[in-house]
C-alpha cells in the first residue's frame, strides 16, 4: 500500500489519515500542563505584591493549578490571594482568605484553591497586568518565612486568534 500526501504536514503539527492512504494535517498538539511562570523565595512575611512573571512566549493560557512548595519553615499565620493586578485589584485568582498551614516544612507542597473566575478564565494581557499573576497576603506570617510558588496550566496561544 502506498501513501499519497494531498495536503503536507507542517512542522510540529499532528498527521492523521484522512482516508486509506491519505495523510493530512491534524494541527498542532495539543499541549498538557507545564510550569508558566515562577516567583521563588516568595517573601510569606510581606503584605508588598509579588509578581509571578509568565513566561514571555506564552500569551494566552488556561490556569490549571498554583503550588507552593520549599517552604523555610512552618507557615502557619499567613492568609491572603493572587489576582490579576497590583494592590488586590482586578479579579481574584485565589480568594483573600487563603491560608498556608500545610506548609510545615520545605518536604511538603499544597495547591491553592482557585476562585470560579480563575477556573473559566481565558487568561492573557486582556487580563493580567504585564502577563504577571500577584501574590498579595492579607496577613502576613509574623516571622520570616519563604517558599517557592509555580503557576501552572495548559498554554494557548498556538493557534489563538487574538489575545
Known amino acids: 500500500m502506498s501513501v499519497e500526501f494531498i495536503q503536507p504536514v507542517t512542522r510540529n503539527h499532528l498527521a492523521k489519515w484522512i482516508s486509506n492512504g491519505v ?10 500542563q507545564r510550569i508558566l511562570g515562577v516567583l521563588q523565595n516568595a517573601d510569606f512575611n510581606s503584605t508588598n505584591d509579588q509578581p509571578i512573571v509568565v513566561q514571555s512566549a506564552i500569551q494566552v493560557f488556561q490556569l490549571t493549578g498554583i503550588i507552593i512548595t520549599n517552604a523555610s519553615g512552618s507557615i502557619t499565620t499567613a492568609a491572603g490571594g493572587f489576582y490579576t493586578g497590583a494592590s ?41 497586568t504585564a502577563n504577571q499573576i500577584f501574590l498579595s497576603l492579607t496577613t502576613p506570617q509574623g516571622a520570616a518565612r519563604n517558599a517557592d510558588i509555580y503557576a501552572i496550566g495548559v498554554d494557548l496561544t498556538i493557534g489563538s486568534a487574538s489575545l
Request: proline fraction near 2%.
Open 88 to 128: 488586590k485589584s482586578g479579579s481574584a485568582i485565589v480568594a483573600a482568605g487563603q491560608v498556608y498551614s500545610a506548609l510545615t516544612n520545605a518536604n511538603l507542597l499544597m495547591q491553592a484553591t482557585l476562585t470560579a473566575f480563575a477556573n473559566s478564565a481565558r487568561f492573557s494581557t486582556a487580563n493580567l
Open 23 to 32: 495523510i493530512g494535517d491534524a494541527g498542532p498538539q495539543v499541549a498538557g
